[in-house]
């Protein structure tokens, strides 16, 4: 589904702010400019935009991008957020800022609620933060089934599996330090008490 917001600049220029929903994933956008979206999803979103401008981005009036027209987003908190994006045109004109309200949730299509995310990056360089890949757990009581993640390079080679969801993967191979890159990563489980297998798809950015 594409959301789009029409607006035109006291300088006549046209704008239009887009946020498209990755593959596989439910959303819903309605007329008052709401974006509901799962805690641990990638949004991305852009502008049409003019040559010769620059588009700020930001969260909450924290500014998070001050010239790309097109931007991603992984939601990592639940709450309500408002992102705003301004053009700047080659004059150095501001137009008003356009904004969209960004409802972040930890509920799943069933009703059931999200017990865990996956990070999008790590750091194993032994600094002694973010040193592991693992999933984050969301709530206190944290309790799911069979659980079992698997990582791969992008030949499909399985570098580590783990059941233990408190395990993370440290980057390494056979005693080998793996490379800077992107990894895919697969995860199966059962939420506590059911029988229905889940499967979370993420890649990871290993960064030395």
């Known amino acids: 589904m594409n959301f789009q917001l029409k607006l035109v600049w006291k300088y006549y220029a046209l704008f239009l702010l887009h946020c498209i929903w990755p593959p596989g994933t439910e959303a819903y956008c309605q007329i008052n400019l709401t974006d509901s979206v799962q805690v641990g999803i990638t949004r991305h979103y852009w502008v049409n935009y003019t040559v010769g401008s620059k588009y700020q981005w930001s969260i909450d009036g924290n500014l998070f991008e ?64 973010n040193d592991e890949f693992h999933p984050v757990i969301l709530v206190n009581s944290f309790n799911i089934d069979d659980y079992c993640m698997m990582i791969f390079n992008k030949r499909g080679q399985l570098l580590f599996e783990s059941s233990d969801i408190r395990k993370g993967w440290d980057g390494n191979f056979n005693l080998q330090r793996s490379p800077t890159g992107i990894y895919l990563v697969k995860v199966l489980y059962s939420p506590a008490g059911s029988s229905a297998k889940r499967v979370m798809h993420s890649r990871v950015v290993l960064l030395r």
């Open 66 to 129: 001050e010239k790309a027209e097109r931007i991603s987003i992984c939601w990592q908190q639940v709450g309500v957020f408002n992102l705003e994006v301004r053009e700047i045109n080659m004059n150095g004109c501001a137009g008003a800022p356009s904004a969209l309200s960004v409802v972040v949730s930890n509920e799943l299509a069933d009703g059931s609620s999200l017990t865990f995310i996956l990070p999008n990056a790590f750091t194993p360089n032994g600094d002694g933060l």
